[in-house]
């Protein structure tokens, strides 16, 4: 099999811990998945205690949902995403040519208004498994400073920054050991496809624009380590892998 991914490229991961690949997918496709996102929100799945929705408060009462995870499930067009040989064929690059096998996905909407994310390390929260676990973000539609685009940090790939065993954004110590001078917006147009390490620190701004930025997030881990895909989600089922789970509701959640 061929490889997708130029010398210079892999370079670049290895260095960095992420590569942008530009225009890996046609407007007409992202216009496709914008389109499902839309049905997704009317399927009704929506409840403050269902813990596949992450909601987003327009007012005190009122909310929507700015994050499937997972989505996979209920969307087949998102699911064929995660099949696809222009996100696999690259991955395989970066993992030495091996299997991937799909780890976890979500679907994040990042409503006008809605909040960023701090500094963090996906691995934080999923260091009951393999260390070798790579994420694609697939951009819906484009991403800017102003929409809350993501920002990595390059470098920091090969360790964890926060207390071993526990699952959360990095505290300001462990925040200070990044030279978030170093940090690079990464703006996406519709199509475009990140790359990222689960070790690479991350972060992302509010939305204070007019526009939505809609971003698919597919994780893989390597075959050869086995299927984890199942047990991630057992752990997130029952509150034990997510980031929004406050002790006192924990009871009254479910999944559907
Ligand atoms: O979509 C974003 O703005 C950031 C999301 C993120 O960092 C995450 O889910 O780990």
Redesign the pocket.
């Known amino acids: 099999m061929g490889t997708t991914l130029t010398d210079e490229q892999l370079a670049e991961y290895r260095l960095k811990g992420y590569l942008a690949l530009r225009g890996v997918f046609s407007a007409d496709e992202a216009a496709g998945w914008a389109a499902e996102c839309k049905r997704l929100l009317q399927l009704g799945l929506a409840h403050e205690h269902n813990i596949r929705t992450t909601p987003h408060y327009l007012t005190k009462s009122l909310w929507i949902v700015d994050?499937f995870d997972p989505v996979i499930d209920i969307s087949p067009v998102f699911k064929a995403l995660t099949e696809d040989e222009r996100v696999l064929s690259p991955l395989r690059d970066i993992c030495g040519g091996g299997g991937v096998l799909l780890f976890k996905d979500?679907l994040?909407y990042?409503m006008v208004g809605m909040r960023?994310?701090p500094v963090?390390q996906?691995y934080s929260w999923w260091q009951l498994f393999p260390r070798e676990l790579v994420?694609v973000?697939v951009a819906i539609d484009g991403?800017d400073a102003e929409n809350?685009?993501?920002e990595l940090f390059p470098g920091y790939h090969d360790r964890l920054l926060s207390t071993p065993g526990e699952m959360r954004h990095m505290n300001e110590d462990e925040a200070r050991q990044i030279d978030f001078r170093q940090g690079e917006l990464l703006e996406t147009r519709p199509g475009d496809v990140v790359i990222f390490d689960c070790l690479t620190p991350?972060?992302?701004?509010p939305n204070t624009s007019h526009r939505l930025?809609r971003?698919f997030?597919l994780t893989y881990s390597l075959a050869g380590h086995g299927d984890f895909y199942e047990e991630q989600l057992r752990l997130l089922k029952e509150g034990r892998a997510s980031?929004r789970v406050p002790d006192a509701v924990k009871d009254l959640l479910f999944f559907r």
């Open positions: 994050r979500r994040i990042k960023g994310y963090h996906d994420n973000l991403a809350g685009a993501v991350h972060r992302s701004g930025r971003q997030y980031r």
